[in-house]
């Protein structure tokens, strides 16, 4: 007979340490996982190993985690998904700058048709927070739509062009890029003017805006955003207009703050309350703007520039769930993640936000580097064993 196989007792501590994190009893995770209770009792407690790969598998998935987590080894999976986003972001640089419009398309395309479902693909994914997955189709979208606008379609494929290269430049920024995502803007610009419509040039003016201020250049960022909505105010009639506006206000906001002029961006603030409370809340064009963005924005500005404190109160009145989008939700546990981290007495809770962030998105969250601070830190406070895994599957540049 061969012998029992010996159990290594920190998977089972590990097990044991995410169960508890989420409040489920043995009988209930063990549910999830489809074995027995008492096995997965005798794995926590070392008495016997989990060697069969599936077992801890179907364990993993009940924890909503990665075996890899589990057995404390690196997971080639979130490899191979850190090296695929970072050849992504040099596949779609190349992609913005060979979609220059001064130049003609050189790639054949598909039926417009199909580019707008493709477009409708890369903004759910975007949504989603799949960095990897958004860079792997954007850069032949955006190919696509440029040979597109020199033929009979020229005016939808600009406006296409214009939206995806919106979307490059929100993934370029959020993955750390913010040179890349200005770069983004402009050809979201070169097509907005284009068409010469002036909700699509605000719109522009919002990717530049967000992207300059990303770049710490805050006074560059306030004057476009500025300019832009001041444009923008006579013609708010046209769709999407008063959406934009709102959106122009939050990042003005954003960008005086960070200059050090908190009265500017509280006035910028409360002209964008109170348009989200004529809106409501929105999802045009994919800015989500009404008042729990809002709140949202409020809460990144004060633990960036401003009170922690005040950006967990904040966060205590807002419901996140409200936007079903993840790249919204997880702003606002990553941000109040890290206002509670910076709260004595509060690191418990800052952990438990930092988890729920990854677990709506992981690629953000393990891509940003203020978030790896904020886990490296909550570590050394905590010691807890749920943040050693969180620290190994961040993605260091």
Known sequence: MSPRPIADPTVGERIRARRLLRGWSIRYAASRAGISHATWGRIERGLQAANNRFVLADIAEALECSSGDLAGIAVPGLDRAAAATRAGVQSLRTALIDIDLSEPGTDGAPPM?????ALSLVDTLRQACDYAGTMRLLPGLLRHLHAETAGPDRRRALRLLCEAAFIASSVLRNLGHPGDAWLGAERCRD???AVDDPVLLAYAAYALATAATASGSHQRGQTLAERAADGLRRHLGRPGGTEILGSLLLISAKAARGRGHPEDSESWL????????????TTTMGLFFGPTNVDIWRISIE??????????A???????????????????????????ARLPGRERDAV???????????????????????TQALLAQTGASELRGLSERLWTP
């Open 191 to 193: 097509a907005a003017e």
């Open 113 to 117: 048709a199909e580019l707008d479902r």
């Open 314 to 340: 904040i966060a205590r009145q807002t419901s996140p769930t409200v936007i079903a989008a993840g790249f919204r939700q997880v702003f606002y546990y990553a941000d109040t993640a890290r206002a509670l």
């Open 303 to 312: 633990v960036n520039e401003g009170d922690p404190a005040l950006a967990a």
């Open 352 to 374: 438990r936000y930092l988890l729920t962030a990854e677990r709506i998105a992981p690629q953000h969250v393990h891509t940003t580097a203020d978030l790896r601070l904020t």
């Open 270 to 281: 409360a002209e964008a309350r109170s348009l989200a409370r004529r809106t409501g809340e």
